[in-house]
């Protein structure tokens, strides 16, 4: 598996992930939220940033799970980190045949998301 960056805004993924999650839900698809880094770190003391050094910094990784009509979700990232945002699709070759699932998403975040070959990993 790996990931294939799609789409950057510039704003806090904090910010960026109520917008996605209202986007794809206005889009009739369902979204479960399986990770926040954010939330893992808060039981963790002395855990540094790797970018910033500091136990403060604005870094997020948010992992969702978007589903359509099929059983099989796509998973989606998205990583935030000085105020932008990038999101990834996860290729999975379990997800074969989700390609209207990830054209769907593209649609609901409002941009075009490039040919997505889960088999190519």
Not at 57 to 86: F, K, S
Not at 87 to 116: C, H, K, M, W, Y
Request: with cysteine; glycine share 6%; charged share 15%.
């Amino acid at each position: 598996m790996n990931t294939s960056p799609f789409l950057s805004v510039n704003k806090p993924c904090h910010e960026s992930l109520q917008w996605t999650k209202k986007q794809l839900l206005d889009a009739d698809l369902r979204v479960v939220q399986t990770f926040d880094l954010q939330t893992a770190r808060i039981g963790v003391h002395d855990c540094p940033c790797p970018n910033h050094g500091t136990e403060e910094c604005d870094c997020q990784m948010v992992v969702l799970l978007v589903y359509g009509i099929t059983a099989d979700p796509a998973t989606l990232t998205l990583h935030g980190n000085n105020g932008q945002t990038w999101f990834s699709l996860t290729n999975n070759p379990n997800q074969q045949g989700n390609q209207q699932l990830i054209t769907a998403i593209g649609q609901a975040l409002e941009i075009r998301v490039p040919d997505f070959d889960p088999s190519n990993t």
